[in-house]
């Protein structure tokens, strides 16, 4: 369901920080002094945007807010003029980085922010690989957002928390995946076996299994099963 939330200047004098976290975090991110006129918010629950736009009234921003896939599409095909983008990465499939990549590209210069509740370090990080501009932590206050978007209108990145370590996409990682190895990762993704990928490469089994082994150090997987999670996570399969 698409919605349109046009959140009212509400005027008044300042906003009291009697919660030592919000101010923790207004601290951290920065005083803004204006945010994006219009923006989109793709989370999977309708709550949220609600909250979202109820949150953002005092800076008068319009919320564009859409709560699954085919909404998201269709929102994009029709051109809304946003100065940023806040998605629930949930709302993506299987491939979520694959699709997440093609977002980014279809925004372009647009920044892109991510609710990152329930996400392992290790996609934040290929996440911010990526060009996400923004990571919004379960724990961050509704009244800090506004001053995340202030902060990647202005360039910056915002990680949401301390710096994270490389993900499995830099170095000794799947990007440095042989031809050879992705090879089998694709077969394996298929459900062959060692033998018949053996077959069709022309190699021993016992060549597959050192392949698969090697896929595995280099992704961090602890079998062929998660190497599959792994990969579809990172959009190479």
């Known amino acids: 369901m ?6 009212p200047n509400t005027g008044g004098g300042p906003a009291h920080k009697n919660d030592l976290e919000e101010e923790t975090w207004a601290k951290e991110a920065g005083a803004p002094s204006t945010v994006p006129t219009q923006i989109l918010v793709a989370h999977r629950e309708q709550f949220a945007i609600d909250a979202l736009a109820q949150e953002l009234a005092a800076q008068a921003t319009a919320v564009l807010g859409v709560t699954n896939p085919a909404d998201l599409q269709t929102c994009l095909a029709r051109g ?9 990465f949930r ?17 372009g210069d647009v920044p892109v922010i991510l609710f990152a509740s329930g996400l392992e370090a290790r996609v934040i ?9 923004g990571i919004i932590p379960a724990t961050m206050p509704l009244k800090a957002i506004s001053s995340v978007l202030y902060l990647v209108q202005l360039g910056q990145v915002f990680t949401g928390g301390p710096p994270l370590k490389n993900a499995p996409g830099d170095g000794q990682s799947s990007r440095s995946l042989t031809d050879e190895e992705y090879g089998v990762l694709r077969r394996v993704a298929l459900g062959d076996t060692n033998k018949q990928i053996a077959g069709e490469f022309g190699v021993t089994e016992v ?6 082994r090697a896929i595995c150090r280099k992704i961090e997987a602890r079998n062929r099963a998660h190497a599959c999670v792994i990969a579809r996570e990172q959009g190479l399969l």
């Not at 698409?2 to 959140?7: E, F, V």
């Not at 809304?80 to 629930?88: C, E, G, M, N, T």
């Not at 990080?125 to 501009?133: D, E, F, I, P, Y």
């Open 91 to 107: 709302l993506f499939s299987a491939s979520g980085l694959d699709q997440l990549r093609k977002l980014l590209a279809r925004l």
């Open 2 to 7: 698409l919605n349109l939330r046009t959140a």
């Open 125 to 133: 990080a290929l996440a911010l690989q990526a060009g996400v501009r």
């Open 207 to 212: 060549r597959v299994k050192m392949l698969m």
């Open 80 to 88: 809304p003029q946003i100065s940023a983008a806040i998605v629930d």
